[in-house]
């Protein structure tokens, strides 16, 4: 009967280790792909932003006959407007088409100089966003790992001589092995939530840090 209950126990832990080693591959897995398909994505974007910046410098800097140069600025700064974000968080985004607006009433290079420079804010900061969401995360196997082996030290030593274990040890599907199982099943999806929600706070206060640098860098006015 030891050698049963010891076969379960191992076959319990196997099937759980399994299970969550699983579970983080495939979202690590659909996560690269994710993140793969908006980075390859960005970067046509920022590629085609700055064809469209030299198109508007070379209309800036056509003849001005018979309305020609106007024309060809208010054309070439089209992609560029549908290209940026109206909402008023994007700080950076509403200069840009400020910028556009006055360039397009008067262009000229004076214009052109203040737009280019405010775009070049843009690429960089859309750049290093790029940077620090490519950057390797933890492997699914050594997180998968570092969970079970957490899940199971907090198990034995803050919860095994609990009242929580006296009582799931009194449900019959529950009892023996099965109780930690359930347990660490509990604890695991907690902690997860929590890793979660630390990051995605990391990931917040990182992006205020990266406004807040936008916003000194746009203290200069346009003219």
């Known amino acids: 009967m030891e050698i049963i209950k010891i076969i379960g126990i191992v076959l319990g832990s196997s ?6 080693t699983a579970f983080f591959t495939r979202r690590s897995h659909e996560e690269t792909i994710a993140l793969k398909y908006i980075t390859e994505e960005r970067a046509k974007w920022r590629e085609k932003i700055k064809e469209t910046m030299v198109s508007l410098n070379e209309a800036v800097n056509s003849p001005q006959l018979n309305g020609e140069r106007l024309s060809k600025t208010r054309k070439a700064s089209t992609y560029l407007k ?3 974000n109206p909402e008023p968080e994007h700080t950076i985004d509403r200069e840009i088409l ?3 607006k006055r360039l ?8 052109f100089c203040i737009l280019e420079e405010r775009v070049s804010i843009l690429l960089k900061h859309d750049w290093e966003r790029a940077k620090s969401e490519a950057r390797t995360p933890m492997p699914s196997l050594t997180l998968a790992t570092f969970m079970i082996g957490l899940v199971w030290c907090v198990f034995y030593f803050f919860i ?8 799931v040890q009194k449900v019959s599907y529950l009892a023996g092995a099965y109780s930690e199982i359930a347990i660490s099943l509990a604890v695991i999806t907690m902690v997860t939530s929590l890793l979660i929600w630390c990051k995605r706070k990391v990931d917040e206060l990182c992006l205020e840090r990266r406004a807040m640098k936008l916003n000194k860098a746009l203290q200069r006015p346009s003219r």
């Open 82 to 84: 549908l290209s940026l």
């Open 104 to 111: 397009c009433n008067e262009p000229n290079y004076e214009r």
């Open 15 to 20: 099937v759980f280790a399994a299970l969550v």
């Open 160 to 167: 095994k001589n609990t009242s929580v274990y006296a009582l």
């Open 98 to 100: 400020e910028c556009i």
